[in-house]
């Protein structure tokens, strides 16, 4: 049988031929056609009307993202609940895709904004495939970077029209391209006024070479900053200008104009005025300051003197305000020192004066006065009125004042020496337990220039080699072991010999020096530690005592750290001992900076233990390792029944927390044994040796091994 013709036309060879070039062609076109899709910025999905998924790229897999397996057994509808927790607005997005497909529109266009603070364009649009499928395309496209550029461009845009200044845009040629609110309100033209016009317009003819002078060095790429000159505004008003203008340039660097930023300095009258004001008065308070009390008691002085009549000069101090700035913050302490302000001004008379010298240190001038007695009443005051409640913010504050008086003219002639013995006479308040007042006497006087001097003389110690560390071992109570030794500051004043820590550390930590000394003694110790180490078989710790103003310091972990890298010495055998007093000032940041010492090994004990906030819910929150027992119990053991019951209520504290707990001071057989008898494990004291310098300890420890 014959086939037909067109079958043997089919199965011609030119026939086949054609039939694979166009299989090959079309699988081009269909490679192309899948690799334009997938490199495209955009994620796609097609889905038919049921929400069926026909085709998706990898970028919509990505932007979500959403694991490949899902796409070939979910729908639609069911991807969108998937993604739709991460979009800030998940039920919108929702509610707008089952409406789409519920009502099928042309096309629609909406934004999706992701937790993450991206944002995509979500487009779709329905298309018909082959006459009668309808098929639903739809396209995201990140824009977040095209969003965050818009609002830069924004925000530019409102911060120039914002401006208080003129600035003012001009091409190359001197043409006005650009003028802000600011230019409106200086020079008094609208913008639709001047943009096209020259810039010559602003510019007197006198001045106008110096113009050309200046776009000269602009034109180089230079700078003009802040020169002085007269600018006209509407109506040829001459107007003096502080002008800044900076080189305009394209995205090629090329230089296509310039911007000014004009400003009006006849306010310079205000300003000034607001500059002597400022010299005159405190900006927190708005009370007199040190220039003006000045000025006032000067003048005061020579009134009393004129007239013969007395006046007092009263120091006022606020009482641990420091605790306040530290615990609250400085915000709620200034607003603390303001509502301090108001009260002092509202408890002395009109004619007197109250102003503020320091941070929290005030001086009340009573500029007449009869008797000593109206001063002593009128601090009394001072003292009553301060101490009274303050609410700041949700903060109730308790406060209290020390005061020093000295008069007019029985304690001094001048200001400097009325100031200086006031001064005095506070510090003498102070040290009697504050939240009083004190008159100035001779002895205070003496007091007050002794410790200038001792703070004098400090300063110059480390550069002259005074300030050395001792060593005291610190021994295990069982076996009678070196298990470490504690590094003690001391000062060798020059021709006065050693000078007692009671004497030069408080001192040293008002003025600040107990920064240098601090990190000096400690460097000194880790040094000399690591050569017992390394040399003399010595495997015990190394303590080093550190002050409340060390340890407040924002950067005293970076210190110790710094400290510990540059000597060698393991962090694991450094114990650093603070006191309670220490530790309960700006909990949060104490707990942080022992978080950071403990996280490299760091060890912390607790000195002086139980004089201070001793207390289990301290001990439980921070990271620390030691209790160290204060003298003070010690000494009166064992015959002291207190004294007994302290110390073994410290030791089942430290033990029932797990620290290791030492006792300080033990000087007699006696009282290492009763120690030992209640299980407290570590002592130290002039038992087993007194503070000695590196080379004794070296000889002492040969000894005891």
Same mark, same amino acid.
Request: aromatic share 8%; net charge negative; proline share 3%.
């Given at each position: ?48 009307? !049921? ?24 729908? @639609? ?65 990140? =824009? ?81 900053? @802040? ?37 009006? =300095? ?13 010299? @005159? ?52 302490? #200034? ?12 408890? !002395? ?101 002794? %410790?200038? %001097? ?38 060798? %004043? ?147 029944? #207190? ?63």
């Amino acid at each position: 049988m014959r086939l037909p013709a067109f079958f043997a036309v089919f199965n011609s060879k030119e026939t086949r031929k054609a039939l694979e070039e166009k299989t090959a062609e079309f699988s081009r076109s269909l490679s192309l056609c899948k690799a334009t899709v997938e490199l495209t910025a955009e994620g796609l999905l097609v889905t038919d009307r !049921v929400g069926r998924v026909l085709y998706h790229n990898q970028f919509y897999l990505e932007m979500w993202p959403i694991p490949e397996e899902f796409m070939d057994n979910m729908s @639609h509808q069911a991807i969108v609940q998937y993604g739709s927790s991460q979009l800030k607005e998940s039920q919108r997005f929702l509610h707008a895709t089952e409406e789409i497909y519920h009502a099928w529109p042309p096309e629609s266009l909406d934004l999706l904004q992701f937790n993450d603070c991206r944002i995509f364009e979500r487009y779709t649009k329905a298309k018909v495939l082959e006459g009668q499928n309808m098929v639903r395309v739809w396209s995201l496209r990140n =824009i977040t970077e095209r969003r965050e550029a818009d609002a830069y461009k924004a925000q530019l845009a409102a911060i120039v029209e914002s401006s208080n200044d003129a600035i003012i845009v001009q091409d190359l040629n001197g043409i006005i391209t650009s003028w802000n609110a600011g230019a409106e309100g200086l020079f008094g033209y609208r913008a639709s006024e001047v943009i096209g016009s020259s810039v010559g317009i602003l510019i007197p003819p006198d001045l106008r070479e110096e113009e050309g002078d200046i776009m000269c060095l602009i034109k180089s790429g230079r700078r003009a900053d @802040h020169f002085e000159t007269v600018r006209w505004g509407k109506g040829r008003k001459p107007i003096d200008v502080s002008v800044t203008i900076s080189a305009m340039k394209d995205r090629a660097g090329n230089i296509i104009g310039a911007s000014k930023i004009v400003r009006d =300095i006849t306010q310079r009258k205000e300003s000034q005025e607001r500059i002597e004001y400022l010299a @005159h008065y405190d900006s927190l308070t708005g009370l007199p300051n040190r220039t003006l009390l000045s000025d006032r008691l000067r003048i005061a002085i020579e009134n009393a003197r004129r007239y013969s009549i007395r006046l007092a000069l009263l120091f006022v101090d606020i009482d641990r305000f420091k605790l306040v700035n530290d615990s609250l913050g400085h915000e709620i302490g #200034d607003k603390l020192l303001k509502a301090v302000a108001q009260r002092m001004q509202s408890t !002395v008379r009109q004619a007197d004066t109250v102003s503020r010298v320091g941070g929290d240190e005030f001086v009340v001038l009573l500029s007449r006065i009869e008797t000593a007695t109206d001063a002593a009443r009128s601090a009394e005051k001072l003292i009553i009125s301060i101490s009274q409640p303050y609410q700041i913010e949700e903060h109730e504050l308790l406060l209290t004042a020390s005061i020093g008086i000295s008069i007019y003219p029985d304690n001094g002639k001048d200001a400097s020496s009325l100031t200086r013995n006031a001064d005095a006479a506070m510090y003498s308040a102070k040290g009697q337990g504050r939240n009083r007042y004190q008159f100035y006497s001779e002895d205070l006087t003496y007091a007050a220039a002794e %410790r200038l %001097r001792l703070e004098h003389d400090l300063r110059g110690a480390l550069s002259r080699d005074e300030i050395f560390p001792l060593y005291q071992p610190q021994i295990e109570l069982a076996t009678g072991r070196v298990i470490g030794v504690e590094a003690l500051m001391r000062w060798n %004043r020059a021709g006065q010999g050693l000078i007692s820590p009671a004497s030069f550390i408080p001192v040293a930590e008002d003025s600040g020096l107990i920064l240098a000394l601090g990190e000096y003694i400690l460097r000194k110790a880790c040094l000399q530690a690591r050569q017992w180490h390394e040399h003399q078989g010595f495997q015990g710790t190394i303590a080093v005592n550190v002050s409340a103003v060390q340890f407040r310091q924002n950067d005293f972990t970076d210190v110790v750290l710094r400290v510990l890298s540059e000597t060698g010495f393991p962090p694991e055998c450094l114990e650093l001992e603070v006191t309670e007093s220490v530790v309960m000032q700006g909990l949060e940041s104490v707990v942080q900076k022992m978080g950071i010492l403990e996280s490299h090994g760091i060890k912390l004990a607790i000195d002086d233990f139980g004089t201070g906030y001793s207390s289990l819910s301290y001990l439980r929150q921070f990271a620390i390792d030691r209790l160290k027992i204060d003298q003070s119990f010690v000494r009166d053991l064992p015959g002291d029944a #207190d004294a007994q019951a302290i110390i073994r209520a410290i030791v089942a504290m430290g033990r029932s927390l797990g620290l290791r707990v030492m006792a300080e001071g033990v000087e007699t057989e006696a009282q290492a044994r009763f120690l030992q008898d209640i299980e407290c494990t570590e002592s130290q004291g002039y038992l087993y040796a007194r503070p000695m310098k590196s080379n004794d300890f070296e000889a002492w420890l040969k000894t005891r091994n």
